[in-house]
């Protein structure tokens, strides 16, 4: 079901893809009207139709179709016949096998249908009867069908008879008079029979010529913002300037580790489009960045807990509820990068269960299609070439919670794969059919999901747990219709949908059998609970419906003037709490008897990013500003909003100035919009305690403003703007432009103010930063400076990235290639921030001279973190393309003498998350892993040059006369390894071990490691890529850690009762000689060359990396204590 290629045309439609209710009752309304219960009249088919559809069609409606299609079942009569009846088996036979039902239920109701005597066995009249009336029904309302003969009708009939019989009568004249089709072995023949199988795929989901026009559609979809390119400047002039700045003493030493560390303690912000969701103890889980934020109940107010194992945009939601010690289960999927993974978590602990990468975006040849003949019936199997990319946009677990459903990016991966995701085991994946899906979601069990969106609702099902899924299209024959549906929920078994025009769809099956007409607006969200169905249409509206779908309440979560779109909905059953996120990123909480309230405030909304902030440190405010034109005044404690204002334009810089209250704010500027009095605007000055108090409209540039700071004299404010200048206001009355610096080929980065040693508190100097990587020095009235003379200036602030202080993180950078440092601010004198174009930040010696030197690692952002502000012991980071905005606690760090922060710090060295591998896939995909062979001939083109030998040999070469290229096909037969004889000690450090209380043995051989069970005399065997150097063994997990030869290749974890790899972490050293498991078998200990690396083996992260203190360290151990290891 599914396929287009190989189905009739046939204009049979309305009674195609009808239900199995239907069906069912028609043969009812068959035995009950007609005479003979074998013929029909045709007032007796209309008096059939009108008891069985009657709440489908009106009277006249069912007169014109019985008409028409009794017109087509009598369309063999002959000539001057007053026969005027058709054949009922014909008919009913025809519906089933054009109806809605799955397969196995067709084969069952035609078992039922042509079994006369009802004994539940078919004799060979009854089997040949049945082929011969679907033979010819549907030749009757198929156009342009395969004529077939009533011998080869009844050839096919008799070969099930034929796999029966005994050799003896095989070839006998008389068919035996025993000989019966009990109901399974109907099954066994029509499923296993190609020709029974292809004629019932042929009318199977019956597709009529039309052409939908989409509705429009604003689909609530979660997007990724298109981001500007991250490349790192094509040149890096700015070191020839920074070597005259650098200490005139030089200090060869390696840099110290960072003394200051940081801890997240609140993020403001809401990734669009994506679900918030209730855990079973009533805490609120949602999206913000690169992490999932959980708000727990804390006093009077909330606080924020995290989990931060993903490295890209957290696109996905989904959680299944268990209400254990460790909480609900939790499944987060990211989106935007090349290393796009799933993570199953625990609500309470945070504690990663689970992590696995995607298969999406399925390319568009197929290697492999094949049908495999089971017990029951035969199923495609089509293995897909696929690579990883993109990620992931809607997750939902089954209803057991075993399966976990992914569905690709709506705009560019058109693609659902289904998880065992405990095993981390792909058991499907499949193309979807068009474009634009809204929502998908698994339906009454595990063995049924169904998505929706532009292309109406597809689903996939499967009658046992061990067969594949199989799809089909969702029927709307009883209520044709072109909506585009948004929406898709399971109630109470029942599968319902809603669509853009207000109406919501119910199914039985794949058919659509009713709709209810109740809104007058799009519907954007269904939500399935204990208390009823919740809907929430375009107008910001939520409708309460009972699981008959009756209207019950209607709840406004919005003022009349402050109304959004609704993007997720979710029910906390136990206090009965009803949770709303909208189109402005705020999360609301509401009960059925109260009005909402905020529990998590934003800074921007969907529709605009938040661009810049400052803060006001006396008061405790910031202030932030956003492309829509909103100018928020924030209380930093209380997180809420206490003044806003509409600029009515595009904001882009905004700086504050703590002596004289006032607030300069910088206008975003098109770069082809005509010139006007308001837009000639530059930038303006607000009181800070009135934000609708505009004390000043400023002109300067006729570009976009980019960079915006008050000197701490409060005697100048400066622009830089994307027209490469900065201009420098004094702060008199007016604010006149003192001066314009002129000297940049590329828009302004930032820039710093700075104080001459003999007038320590009068700006006096600028240092600027441009984005192509230039860094220049000026006076305060724009003088040009050279570097040089600017070696005793005292900064004010250290915003500038292109400085000597950062050469060795710019290195460390280089070496990365795909990131650069965005942002940086000192934490300290000994201490520096930096933030990137990946989201990252790191903490580093200040100054970080050395590429090599110890750095702490925090992912939080989604893109480029572009501004770091300190205010006290408070660290305020802004992601340009999450537009979250994250406050941090800085706090000293005490460093072990002779290692970095131990395992059990908070404090993460150097946290370095793999790309995660597809640990095993289903035997129907595993030709998917092809993607990873390397088909190219650059190799041979680089080598054709040389001198080959003769090979006079070929020329007696004749190639055989009936030959078949199966070039990049597989091979049918594959190899088993059975046994390995022999054991080599000399290669591998630690390569024997005893296991299972000494009945099994571990030990290495070559590139395989091998599992010797005494009991039986058998060995199991995992290999791995690069030859094995050493190994490492832990009793009670039963997990054995090996170390390869080159770095690349990484430590494998593998599980000894199953021997499948269970991790891979990746190793910063060159080759891996010597490996230990701490007590709990997390924590793994690896030493290559003189480097030793800590790794947290259920995470697959390396948390610590250190060199060693010997010219060549032989051995490491961790010790019975704590926090130690001996070398």
């Known amino acids: 079901m599914g396929q287009t290629i190989g189905k009739v045309e046939s204009s049979f439609s309305p009674f195609a893809n009808l239900p199995k209710s239907i069906i069912v009752g028609l043969r009812c309304a068959v035995s009950e009207v007609s005479e003979s219960g074998y013929t029909l009249t045709q007032t007796e088919l209309e008096q059939i139709l009108q008891l069985t559809l009657h709440e489908y069609f009106s009277d006249e409606n069912v007169r014109e179709h019985s008409n028409a299609l009794f017109g087509l079942f009598n369309a063999d009569t002959l000539p001057g016949c007053d026969c005027d009846e058709i054949d009922s088996f014909e008919l009913l ?46 030749r009757k309302i198929a ?20 796999l029966m019989m005994p050799d003896s009568l095989k070839y006998s004249l008389a068919m035996a008079d025993d000989q019966k089709l009990t109901r399974q072995k109907f099954f066994d023949y029509v499923f296993n029979c190609p020709e029974a199988v292809s004629f019932m795929n042929c009318y199977d989901d019956i597709i009529g010529t039309k052409d939908p026009v989409a509705a429009p559609l604003r689909s609530t979809a979660n997007k990724v913002d298109e981001q500007e390119t991250k490349g790192r400047p094509l040149s890096e002039p700015w070191r020839d300037q920074q070597r005259f700045l650098r200490p005139e003493i030089a200090d060869d030493r390696p840099s110290p580790p960072p003394m200051d560390g940081l801890r997240l303690d609140h993020v403001c912000g809401r990734n669009s489009g994506t679900e918030a969701v209730y855990t079973s103890n009533g805490y609120v889980l949602y999206a913000a960045g690169a992490m999932v934020v959980k708000i727990v109940a804390d006093g009077n107010g909330y606080k924020q807990e995290f989990f931060n194992e993903h490295s890209n945009r957290v696109s996905s939601l989904a959680i299944f509820h268990v209400n254990d010690e460790m909480g609900d289960m939790v499944a987060s999927s990211d989106t935007g990068g090349d290393g796009c993974k799933v993570c199953v978590w625990a609500s309470c602990t945070l504690s990663s269960q689970v992590t696995f990468s995607t298969r999406h975006k399925v390319s568009s040849h197929i290697i492999a299609n094949q049908f495999v003949f089971t017990y029951f019936r035969a199923y495609d199997i089509y293995s897909c070439l696929s690579d990883s990319q993109n990620g992931v946009s809607t997750l939902s677990f089954s209803p057991s919670g075993e399966l976990l459903l992914t569905m690709g990016n709506k705009e560019m991966n058109s693609t659902i794969g289904v998880y065992k995701w405990r095993e981390r085991r792909l058991l499907f994946t499949a193309r979807l059919p068009g474009l634009g899906f809204y929502d998908c979601s698994f339906l009454s069990s595990d063995n049924s999901f169904g998505i929706c969106g532009k292309d109406l609702v597809h689903f996939w099902t499967k009658s046992e747990s061990h067969e594949p899924y199989r799809h089909c299209r969702g029927s709307t024959s009883l209520f044709p219709s072109q909506v585009q549906i948004t929406s898709i929920a399971c109630v109470d078994g029942a599968v319902v949908t809603g669509s853009t025009s207000g109406t919501l769809w119910l199914w039985e099956g794949r058919v659509l059998v009713k709709r209810v007409e109740v809104f007058r607006f799009p519907i954007t969200k269904l939500f ?46 136990n206090r009965e709490k009803l949770l709303v996120g909208d189109s402005s990123n705020c999360l609301r909480e509401m009960d059925l008897n109260s009005a909402s309230k905020f529990i998590m405030g934003c800074h921007s909304t969907c529709h605009s990013a938040l661009t810049d902030f400052t803060v006001d440190t006396l008061n405790d405010k910031i202030i932030t500003i956003g492309e829509d034109g909103f100018v928020r005044l924030w209380d930093k404690d209380a997180r809420v909003i206490l003044q806003q204002h509409n600029l009515e334009r595009g904001l882009s810089c905004i700086a504050y100035n703590q002596g004289a209250d006032q607030v300069a704010v910088g206008f975003c500027k098109s770069d082809n919009c005509c010139s006007s009095d308001k837009t000639d605007v530059a930038f303006v000055i607000l009181c800070g305690n009135d934000l609708t108090n505009i004390i000043h409209h400023g002109h300067n540039s006729q570009k976009t403003l980019t960079a915006c700071k008050f000197s701490n004299d409060g005697k100048f404010v400066a622009f830089g703007a994307k027209d490469c200048g900065i201009y420098i206001h004094s702060t008199d009355k007016d604010f006149p432009l003192v001066a314009k610096a002129r000297g940049h080929s590329a828009p302004i980065l930032t820039f710093d103010f700075g104080c001459a040693d003999d007038s320590p508190d009068s700006a006096s100097f600028i240092r600027s930063n441009s984005i192509n990587g230039e860094a220049l020095y000026w006076s305060a009235h724009a003088k040009k400076q050279t570097p040089l003379s600017q070696r005793h200036t005292r900064w004010e602030s250290q915003s500038c990235i292109y400085g000597w202080y950062l050469e060795g993180a710019h290195d460390l950078y280089a070496e990365e290639n795909s990131t650069c440092i965005t942002s940086c601010c000192p934490l300290s004198d000994s201490s520096i921030v930096v933030g990137d174009s990946s989201g990252r930040l790191r903490v580093l010696p200040n100054p970080a001279r050395s590429k090599d030197t110890v750095y702490l690692q925090f992912s939080t952002h989604h893109g480029k973190v572009q501004k770091i502000e300190l205010c006290g012991d408070t660290l305020y980071t802004l992601g340009s393309d999450d537009s979250c905005l994250c406050m941090w606690k800085v706090s000293s760090l005490s460093w072990p003498p002779i290692m970095p922060p131990s395992l059990y710090n908070d404090h993460v060295i150097i946290d370095e998350k793999k790309e995660d591998q597809q640990l095993s896939v289903s035997l129907a995909l595993a030709t998917a892993q092809m993607e990873d062979l390397d088909f190219s001939t650059s190799h041979a083109e680089k080598t054709s040059s040389t001198h080959k030998p003769l090979r006079p040999w070929i020329r007696s070469l004749a190639p055989p006369s009936k030959y078949t290229n199966t070039a990049g096909s597989l091979p049918d037969g594959r190899l088993i390894l059975e046994r390995i004889h022999g054991y080599n000690g000399h290669n591998a450090k630690d390569n024997l071990h005893y296991i299972s ?27 791995v890529e690069g030859r094995i150097k050493c190994l490492a063994i832990h009793q009670e997990r039963s997990i054995c850690a090996i170390g390869q030869e080159n770095a690349e290749q990484g430590i494998v974890v593998v599980d000894l009762k199953t021997m499948n790899y269970m991790s891979l972490c990746k190793s910063a050293a060159k080759g891996v000689h010597c490996l230990d498991f701490d007590e709990s078998g997390r924590f793994l200990l690896a030493l290559g060359g003189n480097r030793l690396t800590i790794h947290d083996v259920d ?23 704590a926090n130690t290891l001996v070398e």
């Open 93 to 138: 036979g025809t519906l089933c096998l054009t109806s809605g039902m799955p397969l196995k239920e067709k084969a069952q109701f035609l078992f039922d249908l042509f079994d006369l005597n009802e004994k539940g066995e078919l004799n060979i009249n009854e089997v040949t009867l049945a082929f011969r009336s679907l033979v010819s029904g549907t």
């Open 143 to 162: 156009d342009g069908a395969t004529m077939l003969t009533d011998e080869d009708t009844d050839q096919i009939a008799l070969e099930a008879f034929d």
């Open 528 to 573: 399935a609970s204990s208390a009823g169905l919740f809907v929430s249409t375009q107008d910001g509206t939520i409708h309460l419906l009972s699981k008959e779908l009756a209207l019950q309440r209607r709840l406004d979560p919005f003022s009349r003037s402050d109304s959004h779109d609704i993007e997720t909905l979710c029910w906390d059953t």
């Open 997 to 1023: 209380s000494g009945e099994s043995i571990v030990y290495s051989v070559g590139r395989t490691l091998v599992r010797y069970d005494e009991e039986g005399d058998t060995q199991h065997f995992c290999s």
């Open 1099 to 1121: 995470n697959e992260v390396m948390i610590a990396s250190t060199l060693t203190h010997a010219t060549e360290t032989l051995d490491v151990r961790f010790t019975t204590t």
